[in-house]
Structure formats: C-alpha cells, structure tokens
C-alpha cells in the first residue's frame, strides 16, 4: 500500500471515487462469506499463544517435530533486529513474550549460540532475566523446573468455597480471569516439575533487591496476606484435616472446570483457561485418552492456521475466534452500503445468528440471579457459558437491519437491560463485576482481572436498546448519563475493547445521537472537535496503541483503515458543516488507501484485549468498518437505525 496526498477534487469527485471503493469492498466481502452464513477473520495475537502451545504440549508429552517445526518458523518471522519479540506490531519489546518465545525456540532445536538466541538472550539478561518476567511466565518456567515454586505468588483452590458475597470469591473476578484462576489454583498446589530436555541457564541473572513498583498501603495488605498464604502452604502437607479440605477443594475446583468446558472442548474460547485447565484435569489424573482431555486436545486444532511459507510450513495459534462478532460488524456494513433487508446474504448470515442465540445458564446469573436466560450471544463459535453484552448489543443492531419472518432476538432487550450494572453503564460479560481486590493480589501482574463498565460496550448497549425504540427508557437514560460523566476533558472516550480513544470516541457519539442527544449539544461538539483536531495530515486517523500506556500517544499514530471509519462513523453521525471538509478528506483516504482487490492492509494492530498488555489484529475490521463508514457517507446516514 501506498499513500500519498490526499485526492484531489470537489464534493462530486469525492462521492464517485466513494462509490468506487463501496462497490469493491462490498464485492470482497460478500466474496468472504461462508456456505453456513457467517463470517470469520484472522485473530491474530502475538506469538506467546504459540510458544505456551509448544509447552503444553512438551508438558503433557503429545508435541510432535512437525507441530515444532512449524511453530518455529512463526516465531523466528516475528523476531526484530534486535532478538526481542513485542505484543504488537511496532510496540517495544515485552520481556515475557521474549522468554516465552526463546525458550519454545530451544524446544525446536536453535541453538543458544546461534546469532539470533544470542542477541534474544543478551537482551533478556540486561532486561532482568526470568526473575523480572510476569508471574504466569514464571509459572510455565516453574513447571519445568527452571522456576521455584516457593517463589511463586500463593492462590489455594480452597477460594472455591468462599461465597459469592465474599471478598475476592471467583466471581469477584472477569470471566476470563476467573476461569484461569481456579484451574491454576490446582496446578500452583500440586507444584509438577517435568524436565525439559534443554536448560535455561543463559537466561539467569541474580534477582533485582527494589521493592515492588507502587507500593502502598494495599500492596503491604496483599503481600501480608500472600505470605500467610505461603505459611499455609507449607502446613497442608502435614495436617490431615487441611489436607482433607485441600483435597476436597480441588475436586471441587475440578467440577466446576469441567462444568464449563464447552462442546468444541475449548474453555471460555480463549486460550488461557483452555490450557490451564488441561494442564490442571491431567494432574488430578485425568489421561490422555479421557474425553474431557481429548476434546480439549483436538478442540485446539480448529483454532490452528497453518500456511505454506518459503521455509516450509508456519504454524500459529488463535488466542480466539470471532465469528459471532465479525458477521454481525459484516452484516450491519453491507446494510449501511445498501444492501436490501431481504439480500440473500444478509438473511444466511442472521439464520445463521439466530442459531447462535445462548439459551442455557451462565455465570453472569451470581450477579442477576432473578435475570433468566435467553436473549444473548457470544463472540465464539462455541461459549454458551459467557454470552456478552458487546455481542448481544450489535446482534440486535443487524438483526433489524434484514427481513426475518419470525421476531428475531426477542428477548435481548431485556438481558440487556437486566445486564446494567448499578453505575448504569455495561461491562463485557458481568454486571457489577468492579472489585478492586483482585488486582490487587501479587499473583496480577497482567492484563485485566475484573471486568468494570466501559464506554465502548455501554455505548453499543445504548445504540442497540435506542434502535429498539426504548430512547425514553431508564436504562438508556442512565446509559447515556454514564457516557456523560465518563468523557474525557479533552472530549474524547477511552476504548477498553479497541485502540484506543479513537475506538471510544467513533462508538459513543453515534450512540449518544441515537438515544437522542442533540448535535448541537457541548459534550458532542467537543468530541467533534477532538476528532477533527487528531486527523493526520494526509486524511486518515490513526492511534498507537502506546496511547494506553502514554497519553501522549492519545489520537496520535500511522492512518489505518479501522480507525478512520471508526472517526467517519462518529462525524457522520452528528457533522455539520463545518466538519464536512474532514469528513471528505477521510473519505478520499480511504478511497486511495484501498488495495486494488477491494480491502485495504492494515498490519496494525487495532483491537485490545488487556488494555497495556494484550493487543489483537482482527483481520475483518480493515474492511468491515470502512464499508459501514463509506456506506453511511453515500447514503446519507449517521447511524446504523
């Protein structure tokens, strides 16, 4: 791809080559479509999913020399010039993802003198070594040895009996961390070792004596009670009666796994529980051939790409799958073209969703216990555990944009509206899931643990349930009073699920317009004006996601395909004149920055998982948001009712 100026041309030039880019896009899209309805892009992470899959399978014996070599070669495409591997494409080093990858790099054979480990394991050493990585890192480690377990932050599986009103009992926890931390409460209490065949004493240098970083009154609490822990620890062994009850616990624990593994044998479809879980099931016994073991296994290969490369065959794994998610961003952009509600290709697509609908119980009820099932979707294939409300929200958005002749997602209004939390705005997967505790343990050092509300998924609610004809509702209402408080001084909205304030602010103002508030109206006008100010010279807007980390960064970073729609999406919803200017300029970049097969690159990453920690470059979102971006502008459209 490459970007020049700007085209030049008036406001007829600028609709003609906007119908150009429409056509192409839609025509590649469509093209995208599978036989079943659905739509599904790369979800690509960075390359510790595939370096912990190398060392699961070391653990549990079953790595094979095809799956190594192929793995491998993922992992030497993505190491920089200097030896270190990062979290994102252009982001700095990340000295986790570095070991986790130089150590499944010596399982496939490099040796530790070759030019590239050499300059991986110098940086490693004058970065702090494995004694500065994060705690899971160390776990992985630990479970060959190269880690002591004694120095490992302490969870014990008994936390599976603390209820639900007690501090820091499992549901105090994301469900994603959740459904990591009761498997790794099993696995941290039985402490395996199994010997890899290669040692890691390139790796280590003598642990730095500073304290922890933002050291408080809270740390000192925590690490108090991490080090009862440890005491405790070392008594169960020799108490019957605690080792009676640790003994329970971890059954328990193991119940409430297998509970919740769902019928492709993932778990939560994400890797982090899938792997844990499988780890922790095959220590309590569970063998190779056990159903719940197998599935889990063979589950694994569906979230496996494999591609010819001149070196032989790569091999990566997907942290998770969208489909859910990318066929209803699709479906709602060939709607905003102008796709008719009866295209055959809108009505597969919501047959195929409507199938998708969760009619089963989930975690989600400890919180809304009087709130029934029904009404909700995932992001996955297969997660009938976790239906989210950032999923539910858009499903309701496509659904009403095609002829169905049944009442499609009747009852998602009201899980919705049941799912607000008491703040009024949404969180992801939980209502009301905002302690403060669990962040606080020593063991988080990564990624989110708690799943509070946030703009983005209180703003697609909003959108959805306004669509629905329920603008004068309470919940809506209270919805757009949280959008309000939370905006920022400079007008903008953080993005927790994509990078970053650009994502925050293209997904509130929108909503904001469809629940009713005026254009013309102070927190609209300065949003506006945020946007229109972060346009970069050439047309395009683009955000580093540094901008998490640096606010520097905020609005700030190389144009991309996802991020200008997402800014055209918010102007085109509540412009006037006077922004039209920088409306058309982000149209012409889009027109311009288009492949000549009807997408557009974008190496970038643009999704976020853990906000600071983990990033995500979903392939469809370089083409699905700037076909609902040129299609509102064509049509005349600010939103998606």
Same mark, same amino acid.
């Not at 683009?542 to 200008?564: F, H, I, K, M, N």
């Given at each position: ?101 130089? &150590? ?6 490099? =040796?530790?003198?070759? @030019?590239? $480990?050499? *300059?991986? #394991?110098? !940086? +490693?050493? /004058? ?108 008594? &169960? ?6 080792? =009676?009850?640790?003994? @329970?616990? $971890?059954? *328990?624990? #193991?119940? !409430? +796994?297998? /509970? ?382």
């Amino acid at each position: 791809m490459t970007v020049t100026q700007p085209l030049a041309g008036g406001q007829a030039d600028t609709t003609q080559t906007a119908q150009r880019a429409l056509d192409q896009a839609v025509n590649h899209l469509l093209g995208l479509q599978h036989d079943q309805g659905w739509w599904q892009g790369e979800l690509e992470t960075n390359v510790t999913m595939d370096a912990e899959d190398l060392l699961l399978r070391e653990f549990l014996r079953v790595r094979t020399p095809d799956q190594t070599a192929a793995a491998a070669r993922w992992i030497r495409s993505c190491q920089r010039e200097d030896g270190t591997w990062a979290n994102f494409r252009g982001g700095h080093a990340d000295l986790s993802t570095t070991v986790e990858a130089y &150590v499944a790099l010596r399982l496939a054979g490099d =040796a530790p003198d070759a @030019a590239h $480990m050499t *300059r991986a #394991a110098d !940086w +490693i050493r /004058a970065s702090g070594g494995i004694s500065a990585t994060r705690v899971f890192t160390r776990i992985w480690l630990a479970l060959f040895g190269e880690w002591p377990w004694d120095e490992l932050p302490v969870m014990p599986p008994e936390m599976i009996y603390l209820p639900a009103w007690f501090p820091l009992n499992v549901y105090d926890w994301a469900c994603w961390a959740r459904q990591t931390i009761v498997p790794l409460t099993i696995v941290c209490s039985l402490r395996p070792v199994r010997a890899l065949p290669i040692d890691l004493n390139e790796l280590q240098v003598p642990a730095a004596s500073t304290g922890p970083a933002g050291f408080d009154g809270w740390s000192a609490v925590f690490g108090g009670l991490d080090r009862v822990l440890h005491r405790y620890e070392k008594r &169960v062994g020799g108490l019957a009666p605690a080792r =009676a009850v640790r003994t @329970a616990a $971890m059954r *328990r624990c #193991a119940e !409430w +796994i297998i /509970a919740r593994q769902e019928r492709d044998g993932c778990w939560g479809g994400i890797q982090p529980p899938w792997v844990y879980s499988l780890i922790a099931l095959h220590l309590l016994g569970y063998g190779l051939d056990h159903p719940v073991i197998a599935r889990g296994l063979a589950g694994l290969d569906r979230f496996t790409i494999w591609e010819e490369s001149p070196d032989g065959p790569v091999r990566r794994l997907e942290a998770c799958q969208s489909p859910v998610w990318d066929t209803v961003l699709a479906m709602i952009g060939l709607a905003d073209a102008g796709l008719p509600a009866d295209h055959p290709a809108l009505r597969s697509a919501a047959g195929w969703v409507l199938d998708e609908e969760i009619h089963g119980p989930g975690d989600w009820q400890v919180r809304r216990p009087g709130l029934g099932p029904g009404g909700g979707w995932a992001f996955e294939f297969d997660n009938d555990g976790y239906p989210d409300v950032d999923d539910t929200a858009e499903v309701v958005l496509a659904l009403r944009r095609v002829t169905w002749p049944t009442s499609a997602g009747g009852g998602s209004e009201d899980w919705l509206t049941g799912m607000q939390s008491r703040d009024g705005g949404w969180g992801a997967f939980d209502a009301d899931n905002t302690s403060r505790f669990p962040a606080r343990l020593p063991f988080c050092d990564f990624g989110e643990v708690t799943d509070p509300p946030s703009a983005d998924v209180t703003a697609h609610t909003v959108e959805a349930l306004a669509a629905e004809g329920l603008s004068a509702s309470k919940a809506v209402r209270r919805g757009v009073a949280w959008l309000l408080r939370a905006q920022e001084s400079d007008g903008s909205w953080f993005g927790r699920w994509g990078a970053n304030y650009v994502y925050g602010t293209g997904a509130v103002v929108p909503a904001l317009i469809a629940a009713g508030v005026r254009p013309g109206k102070p927190p609209i006008r300065r949003a506006l004006a945020w946007l229109v100010s972060h346009q970069n010279p050439d047309g395009g807007w683009g955000e580093d996601l540094r901008s998490y980390d640096d606010p520097g960064w905020a609005g700030r970073g190389e144009s991309t395909a996802s991020q200008t729609a997402w800014a055209l999406l918010a102007l085109l919803a509540a412009a006037g004149p006077e922004e039209q200017d920088s409306i058309d300029r982000g149209v012409r970049w889009l027109a311009q920055a288009q492949r000549s097969d009807g997408t557009w690159d974008e190496p970038q990453f643009t999704g976020t998982g853990f906000p600071g920690d983990f990033y995500i470059n979903y392939h469809l979102y370089r083409l699905v948001f700037p076909v609902s971006a040129l299609g509102r502008y064509l049509n005349g459209k600010g939103g998606a009712g």
